[in-house]
């Protein structure tokens, strides 16, 4: 398994996720962020003290978005083919079997990665048998 290439260090600007305005207090209202927008809105007119609101500030380094911990980004592989199209990006990006794989494929995508030199972020998912 080849290492990730040397990248920046990744920092996250903000970890927590954005709650919506009040969902905290109706079951009704979801916890998914959506904008407030009401002309007397505390939170739509940022006073202090209140929820703050996502913008363009709390984006992620261009180089290191969507990176995981180990530097590789993510990519989804349905069959071998989609394996053999990391052949020359095993630096930069590991393979994430997908969830609807059989095991049997799941075996013959695992072994072709070893091949190349690949990083499979999930692979102990459905290969195991029982003993």
Known sequence: MASAKKH????????????????????????????PK????????RFKGQMVMPSIG????????????????????????????????????????AHAVSSRKRVDIIARAKELGLKVTNSKARVTTET
């Not at 009401?38 to 007119?45: A, K, L």
């Open 8 to 35: 920046v260090p990744i920092v996250k600007k903000r970890t927590k996720r954005f709650h919506r305005h009040q969902s905290d207090a109706y079951k009704c209202v979801a916890t998914n962020w959506r904008k």
């Open 58 to 97: 709390f984006g992620s380094n261009k180089k290191t978005r969507h990176m995981m911990p180990s530097g590789h980004k993510a990519f989804l592989v349905h069959n071998l083919s989609d394996v053999n199209l990391l052949l020359m990006h095993n630096k930069t990006y590991a393979a994430e079997i």
């Open 38 to 45: 009401g002309i007397d809105n505390r939170v739509r007119r």
